[in-house]
């Protein structure tokens, strides 16, 4: 939220898409949905105070699987799978009270089983797709 006046500094975007969240679930943050969703919704509201006329779309990302779970050294926790899962929801509320569009990539692509986090390459072909859209509708 503090670098968001610098990244619009001498821009004058028409739409600006937030797909940010995952990182948010991990354990050690203790966020739920709504807190994540709420900052989200900050850096909109934010936007859109920099930029007038400014047009928002919130993307919710896919949520976690239990392949994250995996690594040792994984920052995640089976909290965490349920707070990704409950991301899609809470965005859609969350732009519904800003009149922000929304997209929810968990509907659209799934992450890879390798990794649990990361979209797999079909995975991002279909989110492309649905935002190329949405875009197109904005």
């Known amino acids: 939220l503090d670098a968001l006046p610098g990244c619009l500094a001498g821009e004058a975007p028409d739409v600006l898409v937030l797909l940010l969240g995952t990182n948010d679930c991990k354990a050690a943050y203790r966020a739920d949905a709504a807190q994540i969703a709420a900052g989200m919704a900050a850096l909109g509201q934010a936007a ?3 930029c007038p006329g400014l047009k928002v779309a919130l993307v919710a990302p896919a949520p976690l699987s239990a392949a994250a779970l995996a690594p ?3 920052p995640y926790s089976a909290a965490s799978l349920r707070t990704a899962a409950a991301l ?3 965005y859609r509320a969350a732009a519904l009270a800003n009149g922000f569009a ?5 509907l659209l692509a799934a ?3 390798l990794d649990g986090e990361h979209l ?4 991002h072909g279909a989110l492309a797709g649905a935002l ?4 197109q509708t904005l």
């Open 88 to 90: 899609g929801k809470a």
């Open 111 to 113: 992450v890879s089983p």
């Open 48 to 50: 859109q105070a920099r």
């Open 102 to 106: 929304f997209l929810d990539a968990g």
């Open 72 to 74: 040792a050294d994984t």
């Open 120 to 123: 797999t390459a079909a995975g």
């Open 132 to 135: 190329a859209a949405l875009l």
